[in-house]
């Protein structure tokens, strides 16, 4: 049963853009290294308070959908109580109450289920920290 728990960390660099990187094929990595053909539930967090984590069809156009989307939502501007940082940077610390710091997705026979369209992306709204860690966890 040791193996029933395995976790690890990407560090990844989100740029000095608002922006949507694909994690999923981290994601499918990391489960051949540690899934062995079994099922369980993968789960993905991001430890900040200016993240999320969203599963979304990219590379069609939807990704810059979803930060026009969140630009709408939460304007860059200084409406915000939260301060610090760049101008508007208040909206940042929202985001993760709109686009969840975490998602826990089907793992069956060692490879993630999703579906046709779908990606395991990191949004990153936050242009003062361009420095992010990912945890991967796979329970099975």
Same mark, same amino acid.
Do not use: Y
């Given at each position: ?13 989100? #740029?000095?853009?608002? %922006? ?8 499918? %990595? ?6 062995? $053909? ?13 993240? /999320? ?5 990219? $590379?069609? $156009? ?24 760049? *101008? /508007?940077? /208040?909206?940042?610390? +929202?985001? *993760? ?10 793992? +069956? /026979? #060692?490879?993630?289920?999703? $579906? ?8 990153? %709204?936050?242009?003062?920290? +361009? ?10």
């Amino acid at each position: 049963m040791a193996d029933a728990f395995t976790t690890r960390v990407l560090q990844v660099t989100s #740029g000095p853009e608002e %922006t949507v990187v694909d994690l999923t094929r981290d994601c499918e %990595t990391f489960l051949r290294e540690v899934a062995a $053909g079994r099922d369980g539930l993968l789960n993905v967090f991001v430890p900040h308070a200016t993240a /999320g984590i969203a599963i979304i069809e990219t $590379g069609a $156009g939807s990704d810059d959908d979803l930060l026009t989307a969140l630009h709408t939502l939460l304007p860059a501007d200084d409406r915000w109580q939260h301060r610090h940082g760049s *101008p /508007g940077h /208040g909206r940042d610390h +929202v985001l *993760p109450a709109i686009v969840p710091p975490h998602a826990t997705l089907p793992v +069956v /026979g #060692g490879r993630l289920e999703l $579906g046709t369209w779908q990606s395991v992306c990191l949004v990153d %709204t936050n242009k003062d920290n +361009v420095n992010r860690q990912v945890r991967l966890s796979f329970l099975g």
